[in-house]
C-alpha cells in the first residue's frame, strides 16, 4: 500500500477533526486515488496537554526541526492559527520543499504576497480551502470551477457568528446583547467577539476571496469594514416592514477597472437566496461572466467541516507529491497594481436605509427632507412609527434612491446638528 | 506560447457556448496555466447550415476520422447530445487515447459503465461537468472537495424546466398547462416537454451524482421516477397552508447498506434553503459525514453557464495532456454489487400530503380515516376546504406521520373503491 506521510502542526479543534476525519475515511480516499494518507507527525506545545487516547503518543513532538528536516514528510498541515510562528513554518516548510496546507486565514489576508510567491517559487502545493468558509468548496469553485470566467462580484455571508447573531435577534426578539451572549453560550463566539462582530474576520476572508478572483494579492488592509455592534433590533423590525433583511455582508466586485472590497451590514430583499442563509451558515454568491449566478452554502467552520476542506486540500498535495511537479493553476500574482484601482467608499454609490430619531413635532420631516435634497439624495419611501417613542422622540426612517457615499455623509453630518434631532442617525446600505 | 488543441463535436448552443468563452477568455485561462486552449476542429453534419461569421471556415469538418485520427488534437469535447453517435464517438476518442469532455448526461447514465471503464483503461481524463447542474460544479465538489466524506445524501431540483412550471404556477395563480406554454415559449421547456416533465432528465442526472457519490456506476433504469404533470395548482396552494413548498426533487441516499435513488414531486418546508430555489435555478443539497449540509446553486443549463462547465473541464484536461498520465481520482467502479441494495420504493418510509375528492356529505371523513387506520397510517392533520367545492364533493387534504408506501398504496386503494370518493386520490410525499 503507497502511503503518503502528513504532519500536522498544531492539534486544537481543527486538528483533531483531521485526525478523526483519517481515521475513519483514509481507506475510502486510497480506494479513490491508490495513496494513503498517513499522519506520521503532530507537533504540539505541551506534551501534558495531550489527553487523546486514541492517538499513539509516539505521533506527537515539541520540535518544528524534527518535522522541517524530515524529508519522508512530504506534507504540512499547519492549523495553528494566528500569526507567529504559524507564518514562519509554513514559510519554512515550503523553503524545506514541502507541500502545505493551511487552515490560516490571518497570514494568507495579511501576507498573502510573501507566502504565495514562495510556494510559486518552491513551485510547491499551497493548499488553503479551509481558510474561508469551512467545508465549502469556494476556494476550489473560484480556482477551478470558474477558471473560464470574469469573476464580476462576489457577495458573501462569511462570518457565522454575525449570521447567527442577526438571525437570533430578528426571530427572537433579542437584542444584540442578549443575541451575543447565547452566541457565546453556544460557542459561536470568542469570549473576546471583536474580530467577528467588527467584521475584521469577514475582512480577512473577502481579502483572500479577492485575490483569487481577480488574480492579484490585495491585502486586508485595504478592505473597508464596518460591524454589526450597532444593528439595533428596531432596525432589523424596520427593515423587514419595507420586505428586506439585514446581514453582514462580504462584497468584492470589480467594474472595469475599479475594485471595491467592503464589508458592512446590508438590507437585501427577503426573496433574495442570500437572505434564506439563517444561524451559523455561510454562503457565497457569485456572478461570473459566463456562469452568471451561483451560490455556495454551507457550515462556515467547526471541527468535521474544517477537516473535510483540510483533507481535501491533502489529497490535492498528495496528487503533487507523486508527481514531483509544480501546480498546474498559479497562485495570485504579487502585482499589487490592482490596488491602485480600488474605489474609495466615499466614491461608492449606495441606496440607503436610514432611521432619525426625532422630536414629534410638525416641521422635522421638512428640515430633513431640505437637507437631503440639497445633496441630491432623493427619497424612495419614509415611515414615521411611534413604535419607539420615548421622551418624545421618535424614529423615522426612509430608503433613499442611489447616492453616493460622500454626499450621504455629509447630509447626514447637517441633519444630526439640527436642534430637532436627538440622537446620531443610523444609516444602513442596500443590495438589491 | 504553448498551445493545447481541442476538437469540438456539435455545433449547437453549448458548442457556440464554448467557442465564444474561449474567444472571449483563453487569454485569462493562458495567464493563470501557461497553456493556451486553442479550438482547431468543429464537427459538425452540414457546412450549409453553419453560418457564425466569426468563426473561420476552415474548423468545420464533417468527417469524424479527420478528429480520431489527428494526433495533434489531444482534447475532444462531444457536444452532440442523444446516445448516437455520441457514445459511439465518445468510446472511440477514449480509445485513441484522447482526453474527452462530454455535456451528455444520457450516454452516462445508460452506459457509465462502459463509459467510465474505457477511460479508466485508457488511462484518460473524462470530464463530465457539463452532465449535470450546468455552470454549478457539482460533480468537482462529489469527486474533489468532498474526498473525505463519506456521502449520506443528495437531494437535488436538478431540471429546471419543472421547477421554473411550479413556481409560475404558485406564484402567478397558473395551472400547469399555461405554465407549461409559457415555459415552451421561453425556451426552458422543449415542444415535446416529456424528458423533463415526466422526471426522466431528472433521473438521468441523479443516477450520474449517485454513481459518483457511492462509488458504482448505477444505472438509470434503476431509478424511481414520478413527474410533476398531476401537480394540481390547488395542491401548491394547500401545500402553502401548511406551510410547505412543492418541489420535483431528486434523491440519492445511503443508509447503511440500503440505498435509495428516486425522483418525485415532494412537499419540503417553506424555511428550507432548497424551497428558495424559484424559477429556472438548480440546487443540490449533499450531506456528508464530515462536512455536514452544503448546498450548490445556480443555472442548471444554458449556453454560458455549460460553456463554463465544459471549459473548467478543459482546463482540467490540459494539465493532464501536459503531463502525459492518468487522473489521480478514479472514476465510479464497474463493481454493480451497490444495486442490489437498492431499497424499493413500496419499502420506504414517508409522510404524505394527501388530497381525497370525497362527497359532502356525513360519515366520509370517518370511512376515509377507518381505512387508513387498518393498514396503520397515522394522520398528522386534516383540513377540508370549500375552496373547489363542484358538484358536491370537496377536497379533503391530509398529512400523514411516517408510513410504509406499500402501505399507503393499499389503503389508497381501497379508499378509491368507496362510493363517496369522486376522483382518484392524490398524494405527494414529504421530506423535513
Known amino acids: 500500500m503507497k502511503e503518503v506521510n502528513i504532519a500536522l502542526l498544531g492539534f486544537g479543534t481543527v486538528g483533531k477533526g483531521v485526525y478523526e476525519l483519517l481515521e475513519k475515511n483514509a481507506p475510502l480516499i486510497y480506494q479513490k486515488t491508490g495513496l494513503y494518507p498517513r499522519i506520521k507527525k503532530i507537533l504540539v506545545r505541551d506534551l501534558n496537554k495531550i489527553r487523546e487516547k486514541n492517538v499513539p503518543s509516539n505521533l506527537f513532538t515539541l520540535n518544528i526541526e524534527e518535522i522541517l528536516e524530515d524529508d ?196 437585501i430583499p427577503e426573496n433574495h437566496v442570500l437572505a434564506s442563509v439563517r444561524l451559523n451558515y455561510n454562503a457565497f454568491y457569485i456572478t461570473g461572466d459566463f456562469v452568471g449566478d451561483i451560490l455556495l452554502y454551507g457550515l462556515g467552520a467547526g471541527k468535521e467541516p474544517t477537516a473535510s476542506a483540510v483533507v481535501s486540500d491533502i489529497v490535492s498535495a498528495m496528487e503533487y507529491t507523486n508527481l514531483k511537479r509544480e501546480p498546474f493553476i498559479k497562485y495570485p500574482s504579487m502585482d499589487k497594481s490592482l490596488e491602485k484601482f480600488l474605489k474609495p467608499i466615499e466614491e461608492v454609490e449606495f441606496k440607503y436605509y436610514i432611521r432619525f430619531s426625532a422630536m414629534d413635532k410638525p416641521g422635522v420631516l421638512s428640515k430633513i427632507s431640505g437637507i437631503l435634497g440639497k445633496y441630491e439624495i432623493s427619497i424612495a419611501s419614509v415611515v414615521q412609527i411611534g413604535r419607539q417613542k420615548k421622551k418624545g422622540s421618535v424614529p423615522i426612517v426612509m430608503l433613499t434612491h442611489e447616492s453616493k457615499e460622500k454626499n450621504l455623509r455629509k447630509a447626514l453630518k447637517e441633519i444630526d446638528q439640527l436642534e430637532v434631532v436627538t440622537a446620531i442617525t443610523k444609516k444602513i446600505r442596500i443590495w438589491d
Chains 1, 2 share one sequence.
Open 72 to 267: 519522508s514528510l512530504p506534507v504540512v498541515c499547519e492549523l495553528i492559527g494566528g500569526i507567529n510562528p504559524a507564518k514562519e513554518y509554513v514559510l519554512r516548510s515550503l523553503q524545506k520543499g514541502k507541500h502545505v496546507i493551511t487552515a490560516n486565514k490571518a497570514i494568507l489576508a495579511e501576507f498573502g504576497d510573501e507566502i504565495w510567491k514562495e510556494a510559486s517559487q518552491q513551485k510547491s502545493y499551497l493548499g488553503f480551502e479551509a481558510s474561508v468558509g469551512g467545508g465549502i468548496p469556494i476556494i476550489k469553485t473560484l480556482k477551478e470551477a470558474l477558471i473560464g470566467n470574469k469573476i464580476k462580484s462576489i457577495v458573501g455571508i462569511v462570518n457565522g457568528t454575525t449570521n447567527y447573531i442577526l438571525t437570533r435577534m430578528l426571530e427572537n426578539n433579542l437584542s444584540f446583547k442578549e443575541a451575543l451572549k447565547e452566541a457565546q453560550a453556544k460557542g459561536y463566539a470568542e469570549a473576546d467577539p471583536s474580530l467577528d462582530i467588527k467584521g475584521w474576520d469577514s475582512a480577512h476572508k473577502i481579502s483572500i476571496l479577492a485575490s483569487l478572483a481577480f488574480g492579484t494579492y490585495i491585502s486586508f488592509s485595504k478592505v473597508y469594514v464596518e460591524g454589526i455592534e450597532e444593528i439595533d433590533l428596531l432596525d432589523l423590525k424596520f427593515a423587514k416592514d419595507f420586505g428586506y433583511v439585514i446581514k453582514l455582508l462580504a462584497f468584492a466586485q470589480k467594474d472595469k477597472n475599479r475594485l471595491e472590497i467592503r464589508v458592512h451590514p446590508t438590507l
